[in-house]
């Protein structure tokens, strides 16, 4: 039986993996894969990594080192690796697609937290405090969504606010053939819109997309989401938009210095971040631990595809879901 090396694995990533697989002896590694972990995967031809995992040059020349032919991503974006560098070395496969309906409800669940902030409601009546002062949200319906990136993710929590009564705007370079939208420029786009969500992936070209310069362009008082990944949005920037009352609130699934903090307990340490302890602490902005994939559904396609992937790599087949460099 093939090994597997499966990094940065959780209780909640087994459930499905064990459930279904019936080929493999997968090696559970709580750690995440970086240079100094990739030696836990010799005697294995293919590691299992996440979106926080260290997959650059030095990774990949280890687990070359060590045999190791194949590294397959469960999850969609890539980001994370160094495909210039694996280019002709090793093999990268993905889960492009788990549920984009997980991750476009958590968006709009984040927006209704910040909005109507239901986290300082929940925590109030527990303590029966039934006051209402400094909960006043406003309405969603008539008001304009700004969505940046109209994949798959994208398009599905346009149709959400769409069916929240909002009008919707979007920007994309690249916009969906025969797809019924008001596509913008994104500079129209940061004017006009009362809440702005990112969903395109994390560039050259996207990183920092929410700047200094851009949040100006902003209407006063818009809402920002991101559920796409942390370097889209220069924190420093969205903090003081926050500070000056220029940005109304903001709802984060993702933060750009999150590789070292998100999907463990550090609850009885102090954190060393201060921008993300100030960002936290803002009444005004809800954080959630890039956790918007987190549903049943995606877990068991996760599963899956992941299953599959690995497969077609052992059964010597060409590689459906693989990931290369391209100029
Ligand atoms: P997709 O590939 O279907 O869509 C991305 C869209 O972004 C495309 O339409 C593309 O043309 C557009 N785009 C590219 N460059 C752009 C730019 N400069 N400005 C505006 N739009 C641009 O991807 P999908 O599946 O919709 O996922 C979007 C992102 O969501 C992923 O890249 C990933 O970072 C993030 N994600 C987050 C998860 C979470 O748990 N928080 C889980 C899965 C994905």
Redesign the pocket.
């Not at 940046?148 to 994208?154: F, L, P, R, S």
């Given at each position: 039986m093939e090994k597997i090396a499966f990094y940065d694995t959780k209780p909640y990533d087994k459930v499905w993996f064990d459930k279904l697989n019936t080929d493999y002896e997968i090696k559970y590694i709580e750690s995440k894969l970086t240079p100094d972990t990739a030696h836990a995967a010799r005697g294995c031809k293919a590691v299992v990594a996440f979106v926080n995992d260290n997959i650059g040059s030095e990774t990949v020349d280890e687990l070359c080192e060590i045999g190791v032919k194949l590294i397959a991503l469960r999850?969609?974006?890539y980001n994370n690796v160094d495909l210039k560098y694996a280019k002709d070395k090793i093999n990268i496969v993905r889960v492009p697609?788990y549920s984009?309906y997980a991750?476009a409800e958590h968006t709009m669940a984040l927006l209704l937290s910040v909005n109507r902030k239901i986290p300082r409601a929940f925590i109030r009546t527990r303590d029966f405090n039934f006051s209402l002062n400094g909960l006043t949200g406003f309405d969603l319906h008539g008001k304009t969504a700004g969505v940046?990136?109209?994949?798959?993710?994208?398009r599905i929590f346009i149709d959400i606010c769409k069916g929240f009564g909002m009008k919707v705007i979007a920007?994309?370079?690249?916009p969906?053939e025969g797809y019924n939208i008001e596509y913008v420029s994104f500079d129209k786009l940061l004017a006009e819109s009362d809440v702005i969500s990112l969903?395109?992936?994390?560039?050259t070209?996207?990183r920092y997309?929410i700047n200094e310069a851009s949040i100006t362009k902003m209407k006063d008082g818009a809402v920002i989401l991101n559920?796409?990944?942390g370097q889209l949005i220069d924190t420093d920037a969205l903090l003081q938009a926050l500070k000056d009352k220029k940005i109304r609130g903001a709802g984060l699934?993702?933060y750009e210095e999150e590789t070292e903090l998100f999907f463990e307990d550090y609850s009885s340490t102090i954190i060393q971040d201060d921008v993300l302890s100030l960002l936290v602490s803002l009444p005004n902005v809800i954080m959630t631990s890039?956790q918007?994939?987190l549903t049943d559904e995606a877990l068991q396609k996760i599963a899956e595809v992941t299953l599959f992937n690995l497969k077609q790599f052992f059964d010597g087949e060409a590689l459906q879901n693989s990931v290369v460099y391209q100029k």
């Open positions: 999850c969609a974006g697609v984009p991750i940046i990136g109209t994949g798959q993710i994208g920007y994309d370079p690249y969906a969903h395109c992936p994390l560039t070209e996207t997309i559920t796409s990944r699934d993702v890039h918007a994939f």
